[in-house]
């Protein structure tokens, strides 16, 4: 057994992968990262131990010593996927605990695969290359299988990322999970810097309290934070109080003022815009959705994005050779059509094709994404 089959049952302190025509070496849990040549890749992948130079490349960067431990448990090498995918996002379950007025996703459907059906998934994302997966939601820690998934996503070598809104941050349970198995990042989506505009937002009497509570747990275990400020017309005054806050407590953050329509194109979303907020979006030169990234939600169906939903591919059906349709779709997805077509504006243009179609689908007022703001709405 070389170490490309290593032992999944122990756990590793590095990865060691192809990424994107290049090799890195990562480090569950920590930032930073090495980059290694071919020739590098292919001597630690038929290593019995650690070469003296990884050693101490590794000790270098993140003071961790390799001397002394087994290098097949300590090291997994990822191999070559054919496919070229390296990153993924993870829809577990559309369900979450709170009703916030903005929320793309529309329906909030509580449903998701059996365990049997995402073990098989998590192994799909993995011979596809997907490196860093973002599991998300719905709020993704009120999945009950959030632990498995997260457990084996991480014991197949991916470096996590995770979005939620931290509610169910202090649950013993799940800190204790994300301590001893440690994500590269969590993101907080962040809804107001009072219990009044963040409970009015959410539309949670007690969410508020549930994110100072989780947010506290996880500063107090040291996990990787980010926050989201989320800026609607239900908190707007606040954003310099929550950015304030961010810095306060050390984190950092982004403000998100831009809304979407749903997922299904519905416009129930947009009269949170706070349009004083509405951040022109820089010019859009093209992305690599379908190409080195997909979109997966619950039911196991991939798309180019999160946006650009349709068509999708059942990866329970087809497995992952699916995938090998995904770069097709997301060109002729990404192409300017409809109304878009011969716009003279479209090269300053920052909404790509997928979010125009849903802003069209919605009927948004232009101003909200497109630059064409005094004429009347152009038909799809
Ligand atoms: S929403 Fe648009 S820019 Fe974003 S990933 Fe999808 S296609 Fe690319
Ligand atoms: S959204 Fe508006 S500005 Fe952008 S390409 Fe389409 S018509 Fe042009």
Redesign the pocket.
Known sequence: MNNLEGDMTTMHKLIVSPFLGEYVVLRPGSPGGLKISEGKYRELAEAASSPSWFTDAVSASWGYDLSGSSFAETVLIRPESPYGYVRATYELNLGCNYECEHCYLGLKKFEGLSWPEREKLLYILRDAGVLWLQLTGGEPMIDKLFPEVYGLAYELGMMLTILSNGSRLANPKILELLTTHRPHDITLSMYGATEASYDGLTRRRGAYRLFTKGLAAAREAGLPLKLSLIVTNTNKDELEQMQAMADAWGIPHDAFVNMSPTIYGGPETLPTQSMEHLRKRKP?TG???GHT?FHVDPHGMAS?????RDPQIPLMDEGVEGLTRLGAI?DS??LRQGGCTGCTLSGSCGT????VTLYRKAKSPLRNYCQHQEREEVKA
């Open positions: 859009f992305c690599h959705a990234f180019i994005c999160k946006i650009g997301a997805l990404l790509c094709m997928p979010l």
